[in-house]
């Protein structure tokens, strides 16, 4: 199988931290979060209400 090709040729240090690079991925992720509040203004009310009005499945 393709996949079990492609991983078997990932090689991770004997001692990769899985779990700390999980933490990390999760502070990157806060912080691009954290940003993303000051882009809720009537720009993005504006885009809400255009996609509730379109016809059909938005989602």
């Not at 079990?4 to 991925?25: E, H, K, W, Y």
């Not at 809400?48 to 009005?53: A, G, L």
Request: glycine fraction near 6%; include cysteine.
């Amino acid at each position: 199988m393709i996949r079990d090709n492609i991983m078997s040729q990932i090689d991770l240090p004997t001692d990769f931290d899985f779990q700390q690079a999980g933490r990390q991925v999760l502070e990157i992720e806060r912080e691009g979060l954290a940003q993303l509040d000051q882009y809720i203004n009537e720009d993005f009310t504006h885009a809400c209400e255009t996609i509730f009005r379109c016809g059909g499945k938005s989602w």
